[in-house]
């Protein structure tokens, strides 16, 4: 049903899949992911689409390989199938603000591509900063130059290419610069969390896009709770968007941990029987 | 009706009763009187020609016996086990006076399941009605949706029912427990709808792969029922409720039920599995939660309900079932507050309630005991204080009448506010029972096959 049709690898643990489903390809927008599982006793795990053709009928997803989810699908290639996909899930992401940086840090850069893309298309003036921890983890730097940005900034974290630094450092030179209307933070929890630290000093109003964990993504379990200006909100629904300023990122980044000790034991249990050496 | 042993069966998933076999099932029913006034029918919210089934099994007439049944309720096998017969038809029964009611649903389950164990070409499958030309969607595979689909199709409509999770078949899938409704007796209702001509297309969010407007105008279906539940669950907004730890019973039994956490990991879906658990709540919901978590491996099962036994809406064979196999009950407390070390549950603080003035309901009102705070020991939280209606749907459908709660307005039909929509089950009458949702699907599908013969 869901058939495999791209495979791309981008770095060492992070890959890049395109996959047959038309319906879902027609309602996909910046900001929204997808739901799917690899086979029958798969988990449920979502990942942000990174492009999509209406007209040709597919969409794209990058994922970074944590465990054994992730494990299966980098096994898999194109012409396989898989068990589920679902979609399109959450809201969009808001464009039209203006003068606006998006920051993209590891995987999430993916993410941020196809936000950035359609802020450009939305006539925003768009400065994406990308970060990475060093220029092998570093993606879709092409992709990014394609588009019409105001600037692309590139930051490792070892200085092997682009800045050497913290994605908070150019960030907060376009903050005083009071270069921004909006600022737009896709990443590691922690890394927004000090995006959305940077950008409150200056009052410039941020969005940062969530990954609690999910199940259903439609509002029915609850697993994706995140707290928001001290409300109870539900990740998959209400967002995956929030203020950044209002955010509880300690919870968040508490809550993502709850399985650390099972995922271990899945992946290790899958990898036993794998041959490759990722 | 036998059961597995309490002990034995409160760590297996395996199904708690057994069922009749043909002996049993014979003595039961010749028990029945075959009443000329047969009180037990009107019982029954779908009027089952009780005495009629019995009356078959009564003359080894078993393949007679499902017909009678699948006339009134294409799933047999599933409300045979689930229905609260206690207060349904077996309350409704003569014998019931003298405390010996029928068993009915066990008798309905026994005649289901023969029907089942055949080969699907045996199995007893309704006459179809000749093609009417007319499409028609159902949006949600639970029991309203599927017997709205089976009816329809039965008719002669090209049915297809669109459902957002992986699995069909709603809440008897995700949220009751295997121990109580093995998911092989819904898979194999579900296979004799496929068998009937019914399409099944999961992995699709109505309000987001579709609309509900695409439905009609892009996908051209005549008609469109909504079955969608009520699936969206509440807490109770009290501090340290996004602890890790902490549960809807949704989340819960989903990850169990539908995810199959406890072959983890087999299975790749974890769930916690907590020493000491305190389930919330008093309803059926609350007595699943309980009784899947003793057998995930917890060693104390707390059930804490704000009011006492005797208002508990679970239904007796549940609370009875719960109890034997070790839930402890800790009745008149109310959580409020869940503390917490390092962002995992480490106890709950409880108030003690006691019993004051009736409220509406009629029940009478749990008001807070001053000063009687205590703690409840435990590392998992699972939260079964109801659900409310799922906006996914409504949101993108502007049209749609609603209630203040969200659920959709329909009336005894299932007719909605949109010509060519009806809607049925949870999403209207708020959470209720499988029979009750399978009941609106049907009266739905009779209303729609009307409208869809009206010419032009
Ligand atoms: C809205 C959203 C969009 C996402 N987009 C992307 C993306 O584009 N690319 C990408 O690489 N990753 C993305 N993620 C994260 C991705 O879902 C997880 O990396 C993935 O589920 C890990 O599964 P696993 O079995 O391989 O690893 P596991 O070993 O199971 O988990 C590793 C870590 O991933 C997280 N995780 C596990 N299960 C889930 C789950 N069911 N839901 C959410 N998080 C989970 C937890 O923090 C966990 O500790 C997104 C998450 C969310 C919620
Ligand atoms: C744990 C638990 C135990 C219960 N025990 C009993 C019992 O013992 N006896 C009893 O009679 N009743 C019981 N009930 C209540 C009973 O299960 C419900 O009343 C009944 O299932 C309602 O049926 P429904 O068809 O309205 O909705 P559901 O069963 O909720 O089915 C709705 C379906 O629609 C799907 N859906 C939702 N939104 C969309 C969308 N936008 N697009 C596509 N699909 C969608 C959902 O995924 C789901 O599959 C129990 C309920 C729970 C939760
Ligand atoms: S459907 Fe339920 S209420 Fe009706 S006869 Fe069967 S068990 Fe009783
Ligand atoms: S009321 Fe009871 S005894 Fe009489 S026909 Fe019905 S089931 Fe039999
Ligand atoms: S993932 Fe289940 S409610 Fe959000």
Redesign the interface.
């Known amino acids: 049903m869901f058939r495999i049709i791209h495979k791309r690898q981008l770095s060492d643990a992070v890959f890049e899949m395109g996959v047959e489903a038309p319906?879902?390809a027609r309602?996909a927008r910046a900001g929204q992911f997808l739901i799917l599982?690899v086979d029958e006793?798969?988990?449920?795990i979502p990942l942000t689409f990174s492009d999509w053709s209406a007209q040709e009928g597919w969409v794209r997803f990058i994922f970074m390989r944590v465990g054994?989810?992730t494990h299966k699908l980098t096994h898999l290639e194109v012409g396989d199938e898989l068990?589920?996909?679902?979609?399109?899930?959450g809201r969009p992401t808001e464009v039209g603000s203006g003068r606006v940086a998006v920051v993209g840090g590891g995987v999430g850069a993916a993410v941020a591509y196809p936000v950035a893309r359609a802020m450009c298309a939305a006539g925003d003036d768009v400065t994406v900063i990308l970060g990475a921890r060093n220029s092998e983890l570093l993606i879709l730097e092409d992709e990014f130059r394609a588009l019409p940005l105001k600037e692309l900034i590139v930051c490792t974290d070892d200085g092997s290419a682009g800045r050497k630094g913290l994605v908070t450092a150019p960030l907060k030179e376009l903050c005083e610069a009071g270069a921004l209307d909006h600022a737009m933070a896709i990443g590691p929890a922690i890394m927004m969390k000090f995006c959305a630290a940077t950008t409150r000093e200056f009052a410039v109003p941020t969005t940062v896009s969530l990954n609690p964990i999910m199940?259903?993504g439609?509002?029915?379990?609850?697993?994706c709770?995140?707290?928001v200006g001290g409300e109870?909100k539900f990740g998959c629904?209400d967002g995956p968007d929030f203020d950044g300023h209002a955010v509880d990122f300690e919870?968040l980044m508490?809550?993502q941990?709850?399985?650390v000790d099972?995922?271990r034991?899945?992946d290790a249990?899958?990898s036993k029987g794998c041959s490759c050496h990722l | 009706m036998p059961e597995l042993d309490a002990h034995e069966r409160a760590r297996s998933f395996d199904e708690v009763a057994v069922g009749y076999d043909a002996d049993m099932a014979l003595a039961e029913a010749m028990r029945c009187l075959q009443c000329a006034n047969p009180t037990c029918i009107a019982g029954c919210p779908v009027n089952i020609d009780i005495k009629s089934f019995i009356g078959r099994i009564i003359d080894g007439d078993t393949k007679g016996g499902v017909e009678v049944l699948k006339a009134r309720n294409a799933l047999p096998s599933v409300c045979g086990r689930v229905c609260p017969q206690e207060s349904q038809c077996e309350a409704a029964c003569v014998l019931a006076k003298k405390g010996e009611p029928i068993a009915i649903g066990r008798l309905e389950r026994y005649l289901g399941d023969s029907d089942l164990s055949c080969d699907i070409d045996s199995r007893c499958k309704p006459d179809v009605a000749a093609p009417s030309g007319k499409r028609v969607a159902v949006v949600g595979s639970g029991p309203s949706g599927l017997a709205c689909a089976g009816e329809l199709s039965r008719l002669g409509h090209a049915v297809t029912v669109f459902e957002s999770l992986h699995e069909p078949g709603g809440v008897l899938v995700y949220g009751i427990p295997e121990f109580r409704l093995p998911k092989q007796v819904v898979a194999s209702e579900v296979d004799m709808l496929r068998e009937m001509g019914v399409e099944i297309v999961t992995d699709t969010v109505i309000g987001a792969t579709y609309t509900l407007a695409d439905l009609r105008e892009e996908l051209g279906f005549d008609a469109v029922f909504i079955g969608n539940g009520a699936g969206l669950p509440t807490f109770m907004n009290i501090p340290g409720e996004n602890l890790n730890g902490v549960y809807s019973a949704n989340e819960f039994l989903t990850r169990v039920n539908l995810m199959k956490a406890y072959d983890f990991p087999h299975h790749d879906t974890p769930v916690w599995r907590g020493r000491k658990v305190a389930v919330v709540g008093g309803g059926n919901v609350a007595m699943d939660s309980a009784r899947t978590a003793l057998r995930l491996g917890a060693d104390e099962v707390f059930l804490v309900y704000r009011r006492t036994e005797d208002e508990m809406p679970a239904r007796r064979e549940e609370t009875h079932h719960a109890r034997e196999e070790g839930v402890q009950f800790k009745m008149l407390c109310s959580p409020s507050q869940i503390v917490g070390h390092e962002g995992f549950v480490t106890g709950m603080t409880a108030t003690r309630m006691e019993l004051g003035e009736p409220d509406v309901s009629g029940r009478r009102a749990p008001v807070c005991v001053l000063d009687s705070d205590f703690v409840i020991d435990c590392d998992t939280v699972i939260m079964a204080v109801g659900t409310r209606a799922n906006p996914l749907l409504s949101a993108t459908t502007p049209d749609l009448g609603l209630t203040a709660r969200g659920y959709i307005v329909a009336d005894e039909d299932g007719a909605t506010s949109i010509s060519g929509v009806w809607a049925g089950g949870d999403i209207v009458t708020g959470a209720a029972t499988v029979i009750l949702a399978m009941g609106a699907g049907k009266r739905a599908a009779a209303a729609m096959d009307r409208w869809l013969r009206v010419p032009g």
């Open positions: 319906a879902v309602k599982r006793t798969g988990e449920r054994a989810t068990a589920d996909l679902v979609g399109p899930l199940v259903d439609t509002g029915m379990c609850g697993a709770r995140v707290s109870t629904v919870e508490s809550r941990r709850v399985y099972d995922e034991s899945a249990e899958y």
